[in-house]
């Protein structure tokens, strides 16, 4: 059982990890949220709804209440 690691000897364990891996997730996770904001804004300006096969005389919507 002496060959088995503990958490102190690990080097990412309670806030002991490097300044550069610390600065590096910081820069992953903001370049996630950076492109995540742009397609979310393309989504949000240029989807269409093509899914809508109704027309105004026929909407495909049954608005009635049946009770």
């Known amino acids: 059982m002496s060959n ?3 958490l102190q000897d690990i080097e990412d364990y309670n806030n002991q990890e490097s300044p ?6 910081k820069i ?4 996630c949220l950076i492109v995540g904001a742009i397609l ?5 300006n240029y989807s269409t ?3 809508y096969v109704g027309t105004p005389e026929k ?4 608005t009635t209440k049946n009770f």
């Open 4 to 6: 088995e690691p503990n």
């Open 49 to 51: 709804n093509e899914d």
């Open 59 to 62: 909407p495909g919507i049954n």
């Open 28 to 31: 992953v996770i903001a370049i």
């Open 20 to 25: 550069q891996k610390r600065n590096t997730i």
């Open 40 to 44: 979310a804004a393309f989504k949000y």
